[in-house]
């Protein structure tokens, strides 16, 4: 059966989500880790695609980013993972597919469900019994978005950058919203539709996207 065609759309955040074979590790140790972020960084800047929140788990991996135009995500995700699979198979002198097929996207709403998938992507370690506070986990996003740890790989969203005028006050706000765990409805939304590559938000913003895909995936309004 053909895959679906990607529905391709400018000036939308998107979360994404690339999941190892079988659900099975794509990271054995903090090298691999470091290796595979550093494919990440020079992937994000050749492709233009701004990068606000990551998280790497043992066996995906989470992104939330915004392309600068829609169809570069695709090309980076393939070079990111094609380098990393390489990287694997040579460093473990291993054979066979590293991932599970192609990564899974969702265009998220800005003004409703940005921030949540912010929380959603940094509370992974958290929520799988990693950490008890996302800021103890090295491999995410958190230690820049929630304390001002430089990180070359982060871009902050313009909504993320209006949470304070000043730094210290941004990252407070940021860090607040983390005072309380993802509710049970949203933790469901965000994977929900990234499983099925279509949208998180409002009914209202669905309805556009699925309106946009049925005529050919123009340009939002």
């Not at 001002?148 to 919203?177: D, I, M």
């Amino acid at each position: 059966m053909p895959r679906r065609p990607r529905l391709l759309l400018p000036g939308l955040p998107l979360h994404v989500i690339q999941r190892g074979n079988n659900r099975q590790p794509c990271f054995f140790n903090d090298n691999d880790r470091s290796h595979f972020l550093d494919h990440l960084r020079r992937a994000v800047e050749l492709h233009v695609c701004a990068l606000h929140a990551y998280v790497l788990m043992s066996n995906h991996v989470h992104l939330l980013l915004t392309p600068q135009d829609p169809g570069n995500v695709q090309h980076m995700m393939k070079s990111v993972a094609q380098a990393h699979a390489q990287y694997i198979s040579w460093r473990y002198r291993r054979s066979g597919g590293l991932w599970e097929g192609r990564y899974k996207a969702a265009y998220v709403e800005s003004e409703t469900y940005l921030l949540t998938c912010h929380r959603y992507v940094e509370l992974n370690p958290v929520r799988a019994g990693l950490a008890d506070h996302p800021g103890q986990y090295r491999w995410s996003s958190y230690r820049c978005n929630g304390e001002g740890k430089e990180n070359p790989l982060v871009t902050p969203h313009p909504l993320y950058a209006g949470l304070g005028h000043e730094g210290e006050l941004r990252r407070g706000a940021y860090r607040s919203l983390f005072g309380q765990p993802l509710s049970m409805k949203d933790l469901m939304r965000i994977r929900t539709a990234t499983e099925a590559e279509f949208a998180i938000g409002t009914q209202a913003f669905m309805e556009r996207i699925a309106a946009m895909g049925s005529d050919g995936g123009e340009s939002p309004t």
